[in-house]
C-alpha cells in the first residue's frame, strides 16, 4: 500500500483545497491535519466555528471530539454554529464533506445526514480496532473503497447508529451504507458489532453521496507503525477522489 | 487598581481564649499546638480566620511535605539531561537536541476512595494541568491503580468508577492513556491508589516557571469559576480515613474535561504568544498556594481583590474562596499591556476571566474582600519557617536469611505438588487481560501510539516533532511500575525493584532509560514502622538511580493512606520515561510472529519465592520477617540493558518482556496471550539457577528473579542471538523453547494447555460488568 502523495487525485487548480472545522472541544483535528501534510501534502485551512463563510475549497473535514463537551447531546451545540449554516450551503452545492466520530454526530444532528447516534450498549466508551465492509453502493466513495474491508480504530461513547425502519429500509435500499462493522474477513456478524448499531453501520453517505459520515478513525490508520493498519488512507484517498 | 490596604479594617480575628473552641479549631485545621506558636511568631498577632486557613493548606502534609521533605533531599536529582528538577510542577529531561519530555505522577488516592469518579476524574485533570502550565503539550497519560481485594465489597464499586472517571476525562481532554498498571491487594482494602502520571514535550528553551515578576503588573484568574467544592482538599489528604468517609464527600472535586481542554489550548496559546510573565495552576490549595508559591519565587507580594473572583455560588466567604479546590482554573501574572491581547485568547476559548488583583514589592500575600483586609500574610517566612519534621524511624526491615530460605523451601514444595495448569489458572485469574479497563481508554488520539496497554510492556509513542526533525523516526518509551510485594517485605530492596523494572520494560521495548518521577504512596507518618518505610524506600529509589544513572525528576508524596489504624503496603509507585532511537525499530511485550524463545538472566542468578505472586496465589503468606524479595545483581541488569538496546535494533527480536511477577511461567503466559495464534514449548531444563531451592522441580517456572528477559528471536536469528550474547560477562542466555505458527497451544515442561482456555481464563477477572 503505498503511502505516497503523488498519486493522490487533485482538483484542476493543482493541490486539493480543504478546510477543517473546529469547535472548542474538537481533539481529532490535529491528527487529521498531519495525515493530510505527511500522506498527501497539502496544509489543511482550519475554519473556527464561528466563521460565517467558508474560504473557496474542495472538501470539508469534521473532525472528532468533544465539541462544546458534548452537552446537551454529542454534537447538538456544534449543529448550531455559524459554521454549520456555511456547510449546509457547501453540502447543497454538492461540496465533498467527511464527518469523523464526533464530525458525524454533528453532521447527523445538522440533519445533513439521518438518524442520530446513541450512547453504546455497553453504557461505557470503547477504544479498540474495528473490521469495517464497504457495502454496495452508488457514491464516489462506494466506487473508490469497493469491495475493501478496511481496519481501523475506533473510540466513542456514543456511537450506536440509529434510524427508524423505514429510513434503514430507505439507505440500504439506496445503497447508502458505506461501512458496516465486520469480523476480519468482512462477515456482518452480531460479535463484530461493538455498540449496538443498526444493521451493524458505522458509516453513512448523504443522498447525493457526497457527504460521508463515520465512526471509525481513518486518520488514526495512517501508518503500519502505529496499530499495524494503514486502511485509513483508503478512505482519506476515496475523499480526495472525489474532488474531481 | 487601589493596593494601599493601610487604611482597611481586619475582620474579627480569631479568639486565641476560646479555650476547648479554640483547640478544636486547631485540631480541624490539623495544625499542631508546635506550628501555631509558629504561626503566632510570623503573624506578631493572632490570624484571622482566613489567615488560618491558609496555614493550614499551606503547611499541610499535601503541600509542604513537612514529614517526608527531609527524606527526599536523599534522592539523586542530576545528570547531563536532567532540564528541571524536583520542586518545579513537573521535571523536565532532554530527549534529543531541544525537544524535552515533561513529566510527573501524582496521587489523588483520598478523593478517589471517597468518591471515586470525580476523585479519579480530577486526578487526571491536575496532572495534565501539572504539565501543561510549563508550556508542555501532553502527549500520554498512564495510570497505576492499587484496589483491595476482589471479594472486597467496596471493590466492584471503586473500580469500575475510578476507570470511568479517568476515561471520561483524558477521553474528552484528547490526551491518549498508553499505560499504566492495576493490582489487587487487601492491603488496600479501606484505602485505594490512583496514581496518575502525565508526560508532555516542550522545547528547552521554552519552559514556563510560575513566577509573579514585576511590581505593577496584573494578576489574571482563568477558567471555572470559583465554588465550595474542595474546601481544603489538601488538609483532607493530609489526614488518616475512618471507615465512613462519606461524610468527607463535600470536600472532593468536581472535573470539567471539556474546560480542561479550552484552559490547555488557551495556556499554550497564552505561552506561545509570550502574553504572560508567571502562570501557574490552582491546584491543592487553589488560589492560597498558587499565590504565594507565584509570590515566594519571585521575592515579591500580591494584592488580590476577591470580590473580583468568579464565583458560580452566593455568598462564599474569604475563607472559601482563598481555598476551594474548584477545578480547571489557572493564575496568570501579566504587563498591563498585554491584558487586551490576552483577553481577546480568553474570549475565544469562552474562558471566564478577571483581574483580580497585582504584583506589589510587600513581600506580603494581601487579599481584601467586603473593604475588610481578609488576608496580610508575610510570603517568605510562611514557606521558610514552614514545618519539617524529622519523624522517629523504625526499621522496616529485619530479614533473617534462614527463615528465608526455610520459606523458599516449604513454597516450592507447594508449588512442585500443585499442578501446573492449576498454578496458571490461578495465575490468570489474578493478573489476567487488563482489556476491560484500557478498552475504556482513548489509547490512540494524536495517532503518536506504537505500543499501547495491549502490548503489555513499556508505552512507545512515536514523536514526530518539528524540534527533532532531524530524527523523523524519535521515540518516547514509557513505563510504571511498583511490586507492593516486594516493598511489604523489603521497602528499600522494593523500591529499587520498581525503579529497575520500569528500566527493564524499556529497554525490553528497545528504549534507553532517561529520568523517573515517583509517587509515593504510604500510611501514617507518625507511625515509625511506616516512616522506616519511606524512609527505606526512598534509599531504595535512591539506589537504583545510582547505580541505573538516571535521576529523579519529579515526584509527590501521599501519606496518611490508612483507615481505622491500618495503613496499606508501602506503594513508592516509579513512573520513567526513555527515548527509543528509532521506533521501528522498537519490540512489543507480547508475541506477534513464530521464532525462538531464549531466556537471558544473571549469571549468579538465585530465583526466590519471597513476595512471589505464586507464594500469595497458594496463601502462603510470608511476613516480613520471614521472606526475601529477589537479590538484584546490577553489573548484569546494566549489562542486559545495554546488550538490548542493540539487539532489537539490529533486528534479532520481535518480542522482549522482562520476567516480573509469576517468574517464567507468568512472564511466558501473558506474552503468549496477545493477538498471535501459534503453539509455544518453553522448558528450563537446560537453565542454569544453581543450586536453589525455590528452582527445583516445576516450582522453577514459578520462582522470581531479578534481571531476566524472555526474548523471542526471528526465526533464524537464534544463532546470531547466542554469538553475541556469548560476549556478555555478568549474563547468560539460554534458548527455553519455540513458536511455531501451526496450533494454539501453550506447553510448559509436560503441561500442555490450550490458547483458547488461557484467553478465556484471561479475560473477566475485573471485578465489574
Not at chain 1, 465533498?96 to 466508551?125: D, H, M, W, Y
Not at chain 2, 501543561?132 to 503539550?137: I, L, N, S
Not at chain 2, 524463545?597 to 519465592?609: A, D, G, I, N
Request: glycine share 10%; aromatic share 6%.
Amino acid at each position: 500500500m503505498s503511502t505516497a502523495g503523488s498519486n493522490v487525485r487533485t482538483t484542476p487548480t493543482g493541490r486539493a483545497r480543504i478546510a477543517l472545522l473546529q469547535f472548542p472541544g474538537s481533539n481529532c483535528d490535529v491528527d487529521c491535519m498531519d495525515t493530510m501534510a505527511r500522506h498527501f501534502g497539502i496544509a489543511v485551512t482550519p475554519v473556527w466555528h464561528s466563521a460565517t463563510s467558508l474560504p473557496p475549497v474542495d472538501g470539508v473535514i469534521i473532525p472528532g471530539g468533544f465539541s462544546f463537551g458534548d452537552y446537551l447531546r454529542s454534537g447538538a451545540l456544534a449543529s448550531h454554529s455559524p459554521v454549520m449554516q456555511a456547510v449546509r450551503e457547501f453540502a447543497k452545492m454538492g461540496g465533498a464533506i467527511i464527518g469523523i466520530c464526533n464530525g458525524f454526530q454533528i453532521l447527523v444532528e445538522t440533519q445533513l445526514l439521518p438518524g442520530a447516534l446513541l450512547q453504546n450498549v455497553s453504557r461505557k466508551f470503547i477504544c479498540q480496532y474495528s473490521s469495517l465492509a464497504v457495502e454496495r453502493g452508488d457514491s464516489v466513495y462506494h466506487r473508490a473503497l469497493d469491495g475493501m474491508t478496511l481496519r481501523m480504530p475506533i473510540a466513542h461513547g456514543e456511537g450506536r447508529y440509529f434510524a427508524s425502519n423505514s429510513d434503514l429500509e430507505r439507505l440500504t435500499k439506496d445503497g447508502r451504507i458505506l461501512f458496516s462493522y465486520a469480523d476480519a474477513t468482512g462477515l456482518r456478524t452480531i460479535a463484530a458489532n461493538p455498540n449496538g448499531s443498526a444493521r451493524n453501520i458505522a458509516g453513512i453517505v448523504s443522498e447525493n453521496g457526497r457527504v460521508m459520515g463515520l465512526m471509525p478513525h481513518p486518520e488514526r490508520a495512517t501508518d503500519l507503525l502505529m496499530g499495524g493498519s494503514a486502511d485509513g488512507l483508503e478512505v482519506w484517498r476515496a475523499f480526495l477522489a472525489s474532488f474531481t | 487598581m487601589n493596593v494601599d490596604t493601610t487604611n482597611l479594617k481586619r475582620p474579627t480575628l480569631i479568639n486565641e481564649t476560646g479555650g476547648k473552641e479554640f483547640d478544636a479549631l486547631l485540631r480541624r485545621h490539623k495544625i499542631s499546638p508546635d506550628e501555631y506558636k509558629t504561626l503566632r511568631g510570623i503573624m506578631g498577632r493572632a490570624p484571622t480566620l482566613a489567615e488560618l486557613g491558609v496555614f493550614s493548606a499551606m503547611w499541610s502534609e499535601h503541600c509542604s511535605y513537612k514529614s517526608s521533605r527531609v527524606h527526599l533531599k536523599r534522592f539523586p536529582t542530576t545528570g547531563p539531561n536532567v532540564v528541571v528538577g524536583p520542586g518545579e510542577n513537573a521535571g523536565v529531561v532532554r530527549l534529543s537536541g531541544k525537544l524535552c519530555a515533561a513529566f510527573k505522577m501524582e496521587s489523588h488516592n483520598h478523593p478517589s476512595y471517597i468518591e471515586p469518579y470525580q476523585g479519579a476524574a480530577t486526578g487526571v485533570g491536575g496532572i495534565l494541568r501539572d504539565v501543561f502550565c510549563m508550556g508542555a503539550r501532553p502527549v500520554a497519560n498512564l495510570n497505576c491503580l492499587r484496589f483491595g481485594e476482589r471479594e472486597h465489597p467496596r471493590t466492584s464499586y471503586l473500580v469500575p468508577n475510578v476507570v470511568k472517571g479517568i476515561g471520561d476525562y483524558g477521553n474528552c481532554v484528547g490526551i491518549p492513556t498508553v499505560g499504566g498498571n492495576v493490582s489487587f491487594d487487601a492491603s488496600y482494602n479501606g484505602n485505594c491508589l490512583v496514581n496518575a502520571m502525565t508526560v508532555g514535550l516542550i522545547h528547552e528553551d521554552r519552559i514556563f516557571k510560575g513566577y509573579a515578576t514585576g511590581q505593577g503588573n496584573l494578576v489574571v484568574y482563568v477558567g471555572a469559576a470559583t465554588g465550595r467544592d474542595g474546601v481544603h482538599g489538601a488538609t483532607m489528604a493530609s489526614g488518616s480515613f475512618s471507615s465512613d468517609a462519606s461524610q468527607e464527600r463535600s470536600t472532593v472535586q468536581v472535573g470539567d474535561p471539556f474546560m480542561e481542554k479550552l484552559l490547555l489550548e488557551a495556556t499554550l496559546e497564552v505561552l506561545e504568544k509570550n502574553l504572560v510573565i508567571g502562570l501557574q495552576d490552582m491546584g491543592a490549595a487553589g488560589l492560597t498556594s498558587s499565590s504565594f508559591e507565584m509570590a515566594g519565587r519571585a521575592g515579591n507580594g500580591l494584592f488580590i481583590d476577591l470580590d473580583r473572583v468568579p464565583v458560580r455560588t452566593k455568598a462564599m466567604t474569604a475563607y472559601e474562596l482563598m481555598l476551594s479546590e474548584s477545578q480547571e482554573r489557572m493564575l496568570m501574572v501579566i504587563e498591563p499591556s498585554k491584558w487586551d491581547t490576552l483577553r481577546s485568547v480568553l474570549e475565544r476559548w469562552q474562558l471566564a476571566h478577571a483581574v483580580i488583583g497585582s504584583v506589589t514589592g510587600t513581600g506580603r500575600v494581601e487579599a481584601v474582600f467586603g473593604g475588610q483586609l481578609e488576608i496580610d500574610v508575610p510570603v517568605a517566612p510562611l514557606t521558610d519557617q514552614a514545618p519539617v519534621y524529622k519523624r522517629p524511624t523504625s526499621s522496616s526491615q529485619t530479614t533473617d536469611a534462614k527463615a528465608a530460605a526455610e520459606f523458599d523451601q516449604r513454597a516450592a514444595a507447594i508449588v512442585n505438588a500443585t499442578p501446573m495448569a492449576e498454578l496458571i489458572e490461578k495465575l490468570l485469574l489474578d493478573t489476567g487481560s487488563k482489556e476491560r479497563i484500557y478498552e475504556q481508554y482513548d489509547q490512540h488520539i494524536g495517532s503518536k501510539t506504537v505500543f499501547g496497554p495491549e502490548h503489555q510492556g513499556a508505552a512507545v509513542q512515536w514523536i514526530r516533532s518539528d524540534v527533532s526533525a532531524a530524527e523523523p523516526h524519535l521515540g518516547l518509551a514509557i513505563a510504571t511500575a511498583c511490586n507492593e510485594r516486594y516493598t511489604a517485605l523489603d521497602a528499600r530492596l522494593g523500591a529499587a525493584h520498581a525503579v529497575a523494572k520500569c528500566a527493564r520494560m524499556i529497554a525490553a521495548a528497545g528504549g534507553k532509560p532517561l529520568a523517573i518521577t515517583d509517587c509515593l504512596n504510604f500510611g501514617n507518618p507518625e507511625d515509625p514502622v511506616v516512616m522506616g518505610q519511606f524512609s527505606d524506600s526512598v534509599d531504595g529509589i535512591g539506589d537504583a538511580c545510582r547505580e541505573l544513572s538516571i535521576p529523579v525528576v519529579s515526584g509527590n508524596v501521599s501519606l496518611y493512606n490508612e483507615t481505622d489504624g491500618v495503613s496499606i503496603a508501602p506503594t513508592p509507585m516509579i513512573g520513567m520515561v526513555g527515548r527509543v532511537d528509532d521506533v521501528r525499530c522498537a519490540v512489543p511485550a507480547v508475541t506477534r510472529s513464530e521464532g525462538e524463545l531464549f531466556l537471558l538472566y544473571p549469571k549468579t542468578v538465585r530465583p526466590t519465592f519471597g513476595g512471589s505472586l505464586v507464594a500469595r496465589l497458594l496463601t502462603l503468606r510470608g511476613g516480613a520477617r520471614s521472606a526475601l524479595p529477589p537479590a538484584i545483581n546490577w553489573e548484569a541488569e546494566r549489562e542486559s540493558m545495554a546488550a538490548l538496546a542493540t539487539w532489537t535494533h539490529s533486528k534479532f527480536l520481535t518480542s522482549a518482556r522482562d520476567v516480573g511477577a509469576g517468574g517464567v511461567a507468568g512472564a511466558a503466559t501473558k506474552m503468549v496471550l496477545g493477538k498471535h495464534r501459534g503453539t509455544t514449548r518453553l522448558n528450563l531444563s537446560n537453565v542454569e539457577f544453581g543450586v536453589c531451592l525455590a528452582a527445583e522441580g516445576s516450582a522453577r517456572y514459578f520462582s522470581e528473579f531479578a534481571g531476566g528477559y524472555l526474548l523471542l528471536a526471528k526465526p533464524g536469528k537464534g544463532a546470531e542471538l547466542l554469538a553475541a550474547a556469548a560476549k556478555l560477562q555478568f549474563n547468560a542466555l539460554t534458548q527455553i523453547g519455540e513458536i511455531i505458527g501451526i496450533g494454539a497451544e501453550l506447553m510448559i515442561g509436560e503441561a500442555r494447555m490450550g490458547l483458547s482456555w488461557l484467553e478465556r481464563t484471561s479475560t473477566d477477572v475485573m471485578p465489574f460488568d
